[in-house]
């Protein structure tokens, strides 16, 4: 069996931390933020977090499918 669980673990993350990327990045009132987040873009910063973790487990997945495996005899 050949399956990888960092290839679905990678897109669901890097789907999601675009999606809260993006929600952050054009979420133009800075209201919402001030009385809970104390001002900070919190969408933001979680979405690059986990669009970084998504890549990288694509990445790790990606390495691992190239790399040989033990010669068949």
């Keep these: 069996m050949n399956f990888d669980l960092r290839y679905p673990i990678g897109i669901m993350f890097t789907v999601f931390g675009a999606i ?6 054009t979420s133009g009132s800075s209201d919402i933020y001030q009385a ?4 900070i873009n919190i969408n933001l ?10 890549l990288f487990m694509l990445a790790l997945a ?3 499918s190239k790399k040989p495996g033990p010669p068949k005899k």
Excluded at 20 to 25: M, W
Excluded at 36 to 39: A, I, M, T, V
Excluded at 45 to 54: D, K, M, N, R
């Design 36 to 39: 809970h987040s104390l001002g």
């Design 45 to 54: 910063i979680w979405g690059i977090v986990l669009l970084v973790f998504g």
């Design 62 to 64: 990606v390495r691992a």
């Design 20 to 25: 809260l990327a993006v929600f952050g990045l």
